[in-house]
């Protein structure tokens, strides 16, 4: 069974710009969660999506946004991208949503924003 | 407000010993834990978890322990190898707030040969 998959591996983008990130799930997981990890701030929890809905969301300014499709996959996306944002952004799939259901991760998308 | 927080940022520990990692939270509405293990420019990978309605729970050399009134967890690794030098981290998650979780913010172990 294919893992969670993340493209690309690695982007560079200039301040100002926009970017999307990738995020396949594992086959039959319909809960897709995004977390960014940094230095400072360790991981923390961007937004879920269940069935094409978001379901949940954390504390980050709204320049940062998903979506999920009908076949599970997700895509967020960062707009006018600031130097903080430089980051290992990870996506987590689940069967199911709800405590109770482990979170298994992909490998991540270095951002690099210079 | 850090809600769960791994005290311990580094562990060094010699083959073959146990190591023990431990997790406190202040969130008495976290219904279940988890613990991760993570190399560098990877993601995290999952090693063992456990409800908010038992105490043990265990998987090979892994066992967690949770402690509800003391609101701490901790990993015991037995025994130690030198592939389990990593960073650990603890998380957890509440029924109402879906698959979010809160994590730690980690504890390095290295195990020497």
């Known amino acids: 069974k294919a893992g969670v998959t993340q493209t690309p591996r690695y982007l560079i983008k200039t301040r100002g710009q926009q970017v999307t990130l990738s995020c396949s799930p594992i086959s039959g997981h319909r809960s897709v969660s995004w977390y960014q990890q940094t230095p400072g701030q360790g991981l923390q929890f961007l937004f879920e999506y269940f069935s094409e809905t978001q379901r949940n969301k954390g504390n980050f300014p709204g320049r940062f946004s998903g979506r999920q499709f009908s076949n599970s996959r997700s895509e967020m996306n960062v707009s006018t991208l600031e130097l903080g944002d430089s980051a290992l952004y990870l996506c987590a799939s689940s069967y199911r949503t709800g405590s109770g259901t482990e979170a298994f991760f992909g490998q991540g998308t270095r951002l690099t924003v210079v | 407000d850090q809600q769960v927080k791994q005290n311990s940022p580094s562990l060094s520990v010699q083959e073959g010993r146990i190591s023990i990692l431990n997790c406190d939270y202040t969130n008495s509405m976290f219904d279940y834990f988890l613990w991760y293990k993570k190399y560098p420019a990877e993601g995290p990978t999952f090693l063992i978890s456990?409800?908010?309605?038992?105490d043990k729970n265990e998987d090979g050399r892994f066992t967690v322990f949770l402690n509800k009134s003391a609101k701490h967890l901790s990993l015991h690794i037995v025994p130690s190898q030198p592939g389990d030098s990593a960073v650990y981290f603890c998380a957890a998650s509440e029924g109402a707030a879906g698959n979010k979780l809160t994590f730690g913010g980690g504890t390095r172990v290295l195990v020497k040969p």
């Open positions: 456990i409800s908010s309605i038992k």
